[in-house]
């Protein structure tokens, strides 16, 4: 017998609220099933009420709090990865850093310069 999985490629966007919830308990119950684990086990190691674990999975409704305990004990709290904020250097800030990053290393025991005239004179740095 061979397990025929929906498209997975939801349109967020255009659902509703309640189907939004609906899928979410759906996954929920998926993952549940697959770490071959009851209602009762899941509620018990996220410290809910088994109601509550029900209730998602139903498509009704729960607390953000309830949905993050439940993924932590359903080992799923990566799928929040997607609310990392990764801070991006706009090209002009780019080339500003690159431009100040230092190109060449000098002697520090040897801290002089020579002028226009090839003299050596000692450094004021």
Do not use: C, H
């Not at 993952?31 to 410290?47: F, S």
């Not at 850093?97 to 002028?115: G, P």
Request: glycine share 4%.
């Amino acid at each position: 017998m061979a397990l025929v999985m929906a498209n997975t490629n939801l349109d967020w966007i255009s659902m509703s609220d309640k189907s939004i919830i609906t899928s979410i308990g759906e996954y929920l119950k998926y993952q549940r099933l697959t770490q071959n684990k009851t209602q009762a086990q899941i509620a018990e190691a996220a410290g809910i009420n088994r109601w509550t674990m029900s209730k998602i999975e139903n498509g009704e409704a729960i607390s953000l709090t309830s949905l993050i305990q439940i993924l932590r004990a359903l080992r799923l709290l990566n799928v929040l990865d997607t609310f990392t904020i990764e801070k991006q250097v706009s090209p002009i800030e780019l080339a500003k850093l690159e431009k100040k990053e230092r190109k060449r290393a000098r002697n520090k025991e040897n801290n002089l310069s020579v002028d226009q005239t090839g003299k050596q004179n000692e450094s004021e740095w």
